[in-house]
């Protein structure tokens, strides 16, 4: 039987600098913590379907001054390296060429809930982006037969922790600088 091994770069802790260097194919599926290599299982369709439908609807609603995308870093801290992938990311329009995305060009993260992710979605996640500063935070789960179920949180910059926001299920609306009203359920 053929032992697996992991390449010399999981193992070791790796700085903004090499990260930098490396193509968009091999950041892809990938996230850094506190330096090290995290890898991510590729996502349900129902995962991406519902990431893409939020990111649709929050960029329509954004105007000409924020975007809204999915899958792409967002650089929470550089010594040790942290960057977090979140499923989707309402950011400043005016940064859209600049690499990387940081925490103060960002409005809005969420998070899509997936069975093993649990954890890190509801918790380890949490505390980053509320450690980076950014203002708001969605936690959406999800269960194959009913509607998702969308938790919001607003940042308590003094403590640097989120404080629970409305609970939306299946359409969710908020009173960001832009309002959304979008159906999940489809």
């Given at each position: 039987m053929t032992e697996l091994v992991a390449p010399s770069w999981m193992r070791s802790?790796?700085?903004a600098e090499q990260y930098d260097s490396w193509s968009e194919e091999q950041c892809a599926g990938i996230e850094?913590?506190?330096?090290?290599?995290?890898v991510s299982p590729s996502a349900s369709k129902r995962h991406n379907r519902l990431a893409r439908l939020l990111a649709n609807a929050l960029d329509a609603a954004a105007g000409e001054e924020w975007n809204a995308d999915t899958d792409f870093d967002v650089r929470l801290q550089d010594v040790p390296l942290t960057n977090r992938r979140p499923d989707v990311i309402v950011y400043r329009a005016e940064s859209i060429d600049v690499s990387p995305t940081r925490p103060?060009?960002?409005l809005l993260v969420?998070?899509?809930?997936?069975?093993?992710?649990e954890t890190t979605d509801r918790v380890v996640k949490a505390d980053q982006y509320a450690k980076a500063g950014i203002r708001f935070?969605?936690?959406?789960?999800?269960?194959?037969?009913?509607?998702?179920?969308?938790?919001t949180y607003v940042l308590d910059p003094a403590a640097q922790v989120y404080r629970d926001g409305d609970v939306f299920t299946g359409t969710v609306t908020t009173s960001l600088p832009f309002a959304v009203i979008v159906d999940l359920r489809g």
């Open positions: 802790q790796i700085s850094i913590v506190d330096g090290m290599v995290v103060r060009d960002v969420v998070e899509v809930v997936s069975p093993g992710s935070y969605w936690r959406v789960e999800q269960a194959a037969d009913e509607p998702p179920i969308v938790y």
